[in-house]
């Protein structure tokens, strides 16, 4: 059983910084495709940032493209979201997730595993 334990979350100005870690454990890491989404109240849990199982393919969300990296480290199993210049608007609840894929899905249904998830909260 994949186990996935995020960390890093917590309160930020907006035009700020803050990365987010996830560590994989269970199972072999370089099976899955990894990928960070996010949920806002009332609203759909999206994809924010994915990495395919190498990290030679990455996919951004529009509205964070330019502003937020997503990489992994393969000999660590783990994998990190950092994210630069924040907006009220990233507010939101960050859930790491595993799909056993060469490339990620946007669609949650897809994903296999689910971390606990770790608030983000952007305000002054």
């Known amino acids: 059983q994949v186990q996935l334990v995020e960390s890093g979350g917590g309160l930020v100005q907006p035009g700020g910084s803050l990365r987010l870690s996830c560590e994989f454990s269970?199972?072999?890491?370089?099976?899955?495709?990894m990928g960070w989404f996010r949920q806002a109240p009332g609203k759909e849990r999206e994809l924010a940032a994915g990495t395919s199982r190498s990290g030679g393919y990455t996919y951004y969300h529009d509205s964070v493209k330019g502003r937020f990296t997503i990489s992994r480290d393969n000999d660590k199993n783990a994998v990190f979201l950092q994210m630069d210049n924040v907006r009220p608007e990233d507010t939101a609840v960050y859930f790491c997730?595993?799909?056993?894929?060469?490339?990620?899905?946007?669609?949650?249904?897809?994903?296999?595993?689910w971390g606990q998830g770790a608030q983000v909260t952007v305000s002054s």
């Open positions: 269970g199972k072999f890491f370089g099976s899955y495709s």
């Open positions: 997730a595993a799909e056993n894929n060469v490339f990620p899905s946007r669609r949650s249904s897809d994903w296999d595993y």
